[in-house]
């Protein structure tokens, strides 16, 4: 009697074949053709050499791991964009709220300016230069010692006129070594959006600004 034998690379060749073709096809897809294959494969193995049951387990754990990923990703998808809604119309309620950004413009009002800065670290000495609108330095504050992180600061600014376009540097250093030190200015929410699935504000002022760069509300 003649036997079609399937030698050991033919019965590998199940997950090689599946795999290749598993970014084409769903998971029930790849699910059929795996068992299609896997019953030829038995069809037409040798009697005398049969497959070997650890072998053919670890092939059905391989089309369960291909269609559980599968799945996974469907329910992730699905909660991402649950998620983004919800982010959506909780963040409407920051429509009128002050947050703190990223900038170096100094809003004058009733004669006083007010913004802030941040320090990667602690410094000896912080100096925050207010600039005319053509990068003239007009007056030096002179803050001392500050500790890491954000602090604020006020400018008075009788007689200057609050269309100025006037703007402000910060320098600070920690012996002979500088400190990193970002400025920052105080802007008003005036609408919210989702673009590309990223939450962005519109900000009075700095314009459309993503939600992440927000350092602060008040």
């Not at 992730?76 to 963040?91: A, K, N």
């Not at 009788?158 to 540097?169: C, K, P, Q, T």
């Amino acid at each position: 009697m003649t036997t079609s034998a399937v030698s050991t690379a033919d019965s590998a060749s199940i997950y090689s074949q599946l795999s290749s073709g598993s970014t084409k096809t769903t998971a029930q897809e790849s699910s059929d053709r795996f068992l299609r294959l896997l019953v030829t494969q038995m069809q037409n193995q040798d009697p005398l050499s049969p497959m070997d049951n650890a072998q053919v387990t670890s092939q059905m754990a391989q089309i369960n791991t291909v269609s559980g990923i599968e799945k996974l990703n469907e329910t992730i998808t699905g909660m991402l964009g649950q998620f983004t809604q919800m982010q959506s119309l909780q963040s409407a309620s920051l429509v009128g709220r002050n947050v703190l950004v990223q900038g170096d413009t100094l809003e004058v009002q009733d004669g006083k300016a007010t913004a802030a800065f941040e320090l990667a670290g602690p410094a000896d000495s912080v100096k925050v230069e207010v600039l005319s609108a053509g990068g003239r330095v007009i007056d030096t504050l002179n803050l001392g010692a500050e500790s890491a992180g954000r602090h604020g600061f006020n400018w008075e600014a009788a007689g200057v006129d609050s269309g100025a376009g006037l703007h402000f540097r910060v320098t600070a250093t920690s012996g002979a070594a500088a400190v990193t030190a970002t400025p920052l200015v105080s802007d008003q929410v005036t609408s919210v959006s989702n673009q590309n699935g990223q939450l962005m504000l519109e900000l009075s002022r700095g314009g459309s600004t993503a939600y992440s760069l927000i350092k602060a509300f008040s």
